[in-house]
């Protein structure tokens, strides 16, 4: 597991809880094992990422979903989607489509379902007039049984794919949050540069 970070339930991302009612069966499933890791006072990552592996294996689920989303462009699907707190959704990217390096500001755990998903994470400084020193800390080519996670402030990261790393990833991120309700930061490592993220603002795609 690629992380030992823990979370104190008394911070971002300790709101409320998914109605799994409604939910299909493995996201019922999920979403119930999710709330009693969060009962505690504080939130093992390494189990959060064990969870979202286990769920990501699922391909009779997820097929039909991966299906639905067209190879060729980016594309996502909400699955689980609170007013507050954990949010999961599937994310694809076709091939050699990478994300904008940026934060969260709340916990991330990210797994693919199918293909590769290359993650990168920074170590950032910023500076004012908007440069940053950006150090590339930890890349990872993840296959399915694979997870990264990742907790504030050491959340600063990218993802997508890579030509030649194989087939263009569709991949579960998990969130402890909304992520739009914090301040963040995006990020351009190979310029040297960052911008404020206001809530509200998603950022760019992809690059």
Known sequence: MPSHDSVKQNGAGHGGQA???ALPGPLRHFATLLDE???????DMQQVGRLLVELAADEEF???LIDQIPAAAPGDRWLIRPDRGPRLVLVHRPEGLMGYTHSHRCWVGIAPVRGVETHQRWEA???DRSRADLRLADERALVRGDVATLVPPRDVHNHGHVIGSGPSPYSLILLGDDMLLFDREEYDPEQGTWQALAPGDPGRPNR
């Open 125 to 127: 400084v910023r500076h």
């Open 37 to 43: 890791l969060r009962s505690r006072d504080i939130l």
């Open 62 to 64: 997820f097929a039909p």
């Open 19 to 21: 109605r799994t009612g």
